[in-house]
């Protein structure tokens, strides 16, 4: 029997995921009031001791260069003992983005939308970037989904959950904002695929195969859901 196109799409990740950097997938944030700082001081510290960091504001449609979001985001950045807080830009080209990553510590996906955030890296090449990159890469809500296998993006009005094909860099999926109203069609997804359910402020931390959690994270397998400790 021949290989579905699921199957031959990662089996061709399956070399570059033993030499990857360490992830952290954070279910969610509100940046204003800092409530994930535990979060993100593991990860800056997992980096180094003064990391720079490089942030990816690409999962918008409109890049919004507004002084005081990123001023809020450096400061608090800073406030966590990054050295550096830099921007990238979707119009930079390749080697300006590859200079910026080689300068960084973490690379740091804020959330937005899905498909945008991954056509962006697609396109531009950076999702091959990340899997040749050493350092710590934290993503959040959606910058979380795309660093997985699969995206599930359900549509808040109908409730019908469209798959979007994420980087691949591991071989599981996530589910940001999670809550219990969601158990139902979770429990149905994970009939077929490993979906790791990261409730706002909790994060599921992948290095090198080795799994860790900060705060509470669920597991829906087989169909079944199963706490994670």
Known sequence: ???????????????????????????GENVNRRDAREVNEAAFADACTEPSILVFP????SFDTRYQRRRTVTNYFRSLGAATVEFCDYLETQEEIRD?????????????QVTTLVTRFKTTGVDSLLRDYSGVIVG???GALVLGKLCFVRNRYSGAV???????????SVKVHYDSSKDKWLK?????????????????VYDRGAISFLGDVVLFEKG???PQK
């Not at 089996?11 to 279910?27: I, P, Q, T």
């Not at 690409?58 to 449609?61: E, F, K, T, V, Y």
């Not at 910026?100 to 937005?112: C, D, E, Q």
């Open 162 to 172: 469209r798959v979007v094909f994420g980087l691949g860099l591991v071989d599981f």
């Open 140 to 142: 959040r809500s959606a």
């Open 1 to 27: 029997m021949g290989l579905s196109i699921l199957n031959i799409h990662f089996l061709k990740l399956r070399d570059a995921m033993l030499f990857m950097a360490k992830l952290y997938f954070l279910g």
């Open 100 to 112: 910026k990553i080689a300068r960084s510590n973490v690379i740091y996906l804020t959330g937005g």
């Open 188 to 204: 149905e997804l994970s009939k077929t695929e490993k979906i790791y359910a990261l409730p706002q402020r909790s994060a599921l």
């Open 58 to 61: 690409w999962a918008r449609p």
């Open 224 to 226: 079944e859901k199963k």
